[in-house]
């Protein structure tokens, strides 16, 4: 026995052995199950001296429970969605839960997700993040039987957890025109891609409502694929434009780094000649000097967390928890040049090969 307790090899029938029971008693005691105090007491003890260690498998086949939670994100690699499951592991991890990802991207992967629901008796609860579900997607997950959070929208009768977009983005707007800019311009996601509909569309109102309160032209507005390189094109299409704008808000900071790469390309000073505002505080935001729209990442991953904790626990509700965003003012954003304030002249000789004209809708 002691070079089993050396090797850790240390069974629940030795357990059994040692304190006179049967293992289906040994295994109520260690559950917490009905059995007689004294009993308990002895099995306990015996466990304590032979030093044993419940296998995690055969405790979570016992409880019917996984002892993991499903995270669902978009784009795992990128800053927000890492930053979110950073804050969510922070919680589940103490809770002595494990996260399994799903990185659902692309299309392809996307519908077979849907098709497939993968999760179905691998986790105990899921987090969906920052993807807008279309009906059907939402009855299947509802399907699975299982409490469900999502951040960034909402899902009927699961709590949520999510900042303002539409406040974000009239934030931004609300900056800028009281810097006195009177051509402003966005640059936003796909409308059309089924991962950010919701987030592009509230951001985009939010922004828009502010340019129609001041009187001004709400119509250029350029979309493109989310990420640093749709923000180098959608600033490339604005800048091929007969009047440029003087001012651009970034739905994101990576869009806005991808616009600032190609203002620097085309030798056009930020803020002098265009001022650039996003949203989120990306880590590099502060290296580049980007004025944004700061959202709590990390603490929305936390809190989504938490709200799945209360709900495994039997004491959750379908609250929608909205975490307060604020102006963070570097040095990206300026008034306009003097003359420039309803835009300045394009110069169509420093456009970026293969841009097109922007939309305007």
Known sequence: MAEKQRA???????????????????????????????????????????????????SQLASGRTGTVGVVVPFAARWFFSEVIAGAESVLR?????????????AQTRTRFFELLPLRRRVDAALVVASSLTDPQQDHLRGLGIPLCVLGSRLEGSPSVRIDDVRAGAVAARHLVGLGHQRLAMIGGDPDDPVGTGTTARRREGFVSVLEEFGLDASLVVSEDWGSAGGARGMARLLSDTVAPTAVFAECDEIALGALRTLRAAGLSVPGRVSVVGVDDHELAAAVE?????????????????????????????????LPTRLVVRHSTAP????????WAGQPSRQVPGSSPPSRQ
């Open 8 to 58: 850790g090899h240390v069974s629940m029938a030795d357990v059994a052995l040692r304190a006179g029971v049967s293992t289906a008693t040994v295994s109520r005691s260690l559950r917490g199950s009905a059995v007689a105090p004294q009993t308990r007491e002895r099995v306990l003890q015996a466990a304590r001296d032979l030093h044993y260690v419940p296998s995690p498998a055969a």
């Open 94 to 106: 103490p809770a002595g839960l494990d996260l399994l990802l799903y990185d659902i991207g692309n």
């Open 290 to 322: 980007l004025t944004t729209v700061a959202q709590p990442v990390r603490e929305q991953g936390a809190a989504a967390a938490r709200a799945l904790l209360e709900s495994l626990s039997g004491s959750g509700s379908a609250e929608d928890t909205v």
């Open 336 to 343: 306009p040049a003097e003359g420039t304030a309803g835009g």
